[in-house]
C-alpha cells in the first residue's frame, strides 16, 4: 500500500518533550520529512532525513529513523506554545519515477 | 525575495462556475505540484509538472485542469465537473520531482468555498 501513517493529535505541557511518530510502507524511500503547517498556512520542511541514516539532530529537533520497522518520529526537546500546529511525516520513493506521499498530519496542542 | 505565492487567499463561487487559483514561484524550480487539503486527511496530489509544457495527473485529477505555458506558473482551474471543491488548495514548487532532496517549498494555500 501507499499509506505514511500518524496519530492525529497529541498534546503536551510547555516545556516537555513532544514526540511525533510515522510509520510508512515502502522500503523504496529515498528521504523522509518533517513538515509543519500552522493555522491557515502553507507547510514548511522543518527537516529530512535521508533512508540510509538512523537520526539526525538540529537544534531542538530529532529525528529517527527505524528503516526495519519502517518507523519515523520526531522529538522536540522543550516545546513551547509557538510549535502549536499540524505536523506531517512525508516520504519520497522512487517506483519508476519519484513520488512524495504525506501523511494525514498530528496536530500538536501545547498547553501552558 | 524568492518564494511562492498563491492568490487569492479565501475564494467564493457558486456551484457550476469554473474557478481557477493562480500559483507563481520566482526560485528557478522546474517541478509544481498541486494538493488539496480536508480536514483530518493527508494532503492529496491533483496534478504535477516536472517542467514547462508537460504535467501529468495526481492522484484525484478528475474535475480539476492545469496548464504550464512558463516556468514560474501553474494555474489550477476547478470545474463545475468536481463534485466536493470546497477544500483549502496547496500550491508547492521543488527543484526538481526527487531526484535530489525532494524538499517541496509551499505557497500559503487558497481557501475555496462554493455554494
Known amino acids: 500500500g501507499e499509506d505514511v501513517e500518524q496519530s492525529l493529535f497529541l498534546s503536551v505541557r510547555e516545556g516537555d518533550s513532544s514526540v511525533i511518530n510515522c510509520t510508512y510502507t515502502?522500503?523504496?524511500?529515498?528521504?523522509l520529512y518533517w513538515y509543519k503547517q500552522e493555522p491557515g498556512a502553507g507547510l514548511q520542511l522543518l527537516t529530512y532525513?535521508?533512508?540510509?541514516?538512523d537520526m539526525k539532530q538540529d537544534q531542538r529537533l530529532t529525528v529517527l529513523l527505524n528503516k526495519k520497522d519502517k518507523h519515523l518520529s520526531l522529538r522536540i526537546a522543550d516545546t513551547q506554545t509557538g510549535d502549536s500546529a499540524i505536523y506531517f511525516c512525508?516520504?519520497?520513493?522512487?517506483?519508476?519515477?519519484?513520488?512524495?506521499?504525506f501523511g494525514a498530519g498530528t496536530r500538536l496542542f501545547v498547553k501552558a | 525575495d524568492g518564494g511562492i505565492t498563491q492568490s487569492p487567499k479565501y475564494l467564493f463561487r457558486k456551484e457550476g462556475q469554473n474557478v481557477t487559483l493562480s500559483c507563481e514561484q520566482n526560485?528557478?524550480?522546474?517541478?509544481m505540484y498541486w494538493y488539496r487539503q480536508d480536514p483530518g486527511q493527508g494532503l492529496r496530489l491533483i496534478y504535477y509538472?516536472?517542467?514547462?509544457?508537460?504535467?501529468q495527473k495526481g492522484d484525484i485529477a478528475e474535475g480539476y485542469s492545469v496548464s504550464r505555458e512558463k516556468k514560474e506558473s501553474f494555474p489550477l482551474t476547478v470545474t463545475s465537473a468536481q463534485k466536493n471543491p470546497t477544500a483549502f488548495y496547496l500550491c508547492?514548487?521543488?527543484?526538481?520531482?526527487?531526484?535530489?532532496?525532494?524538499?517541496?517549498?509551499f505557497g500559503p494555500g487558497t481557501r475555496l468555498t462554493v455554494t
Open positions: 512525508a516520504e519520497t520513493r522512487y517506483t519508476g519515477g519519484f513520488k512524495t506521499i
Open positions: 532525513i535521508f533512508s540510509n541514516m
Open positions: 509538472s516536472q517542467i514547462v509544457n508537460d504535467f
Open positions: 515502502d522500503s523504496s524511500s529515498t528521504y
Open positions: 508547492a514548487s521543488s527543484i526538481d520531482l526527487g531526484g535530489s532532496v525532494g524538499e517541496q517549498y
Open positions: 526560485l528557478n524550480h522546474d517541478a
